[in-house]
């Protein structure tokens, strides 16, 4: 027979800071763009688990899918539970990564070999031509000032030459930085920010944006760890798309602090 204790004790607190919430109402009340999840620590007697309310239950339906997907190799939180918009998933234990410190390129490595996995497709350009992506996030970023007609002409023409023919799709960890890793007491890293997590993405561009955002960590080094992936040959243009889309998405959420402007000038010297 089973038999209830007299009492469970349920918790919950925010986890997002308050600096950080603050932030994003601020953003919204100033016309930004800004994130709709909330995110909390719920811990139900012993069970400690993150619970994730995003915008849609697309969203949280397709980040539990790539969870499930996961689930043998131990990458990533172990999924729990899913009810319309909302996820619960494993709370992870760990140490902070230092960003300060050289960075894991094994660790990374063996975190996006799994990934790079799970859930592999390809696709022509013709179906879906990821260079005008770039372009209309080049548009923006001219039309906003954040860089110049010539600037943008050079990048658009890289985009036309660098985009494949083929590119491969599947799972990635979009925002792979310091912050959004954990280290177990085994040593091996694992992802925590589930929200980052995307399906059907192109793969690689996780990897081009841990080694264009990581101090310290080099491009060459990453790709060697990986074991030359079969995204290599089009590195250029990952990087290209990642710093378009992210130096688009900063001026939208008014991180003007973040924006790079020699990060794109220097993608648009190289030959």
Known sequence: MCYLPAVIRYRRRRLEPFAQRLKRLRARVRGGLAKQQTVHLVQIGDLRAKRVAFAHASQAASVEHALETLRECGIAPQPIARYANELWVEFVEGTPLDSSAPPPVEGLARVFQHLYRTDVGELAREDR????????????????????????????????????????????????RPGNFLRTAEGRLRIIDVESL??????????????????????????????????????????????????????????????????????????
Not at 156 to 161: K, P, S
Request: aromatic share 10%; hydrophobic share 45%.
């Open 198 to 271: 995307v399906s059907g993405e192109l793969i690689g561009t996780g990897a081009a944006r841990a080694w264009l955002r990581w101090p310290g960590l080099e491009r060459e080094g990453l790709l060697a760890a990986l074991g030359v992936p079969r995204f290599a040959d089009y590195a250029d243009f990952l990087e290209l798309r990642f710093a378009a889309r992210w130096t688009k998405r900063c001026l939208l959420q008014r991180k003007l602090q973040l924006i790079e402007p020699g990060l794109l000038r220097g993608l648009a010297t190289l030959e």
């Open 129 to 176: 031509d990821f260079a005008r992506e770039v372009l209309r996030d080049l548009h923006v970023l001219r039309v906003a000032g954040v860089i110049d007609q010539e600037t943008c002409a050079r990048l658009e023409r890289r985009a036309e030459t660098w985009c494949p023919a083929r590119v491969f799709t599947g799972c990635d960890y979009v925002d792979a």
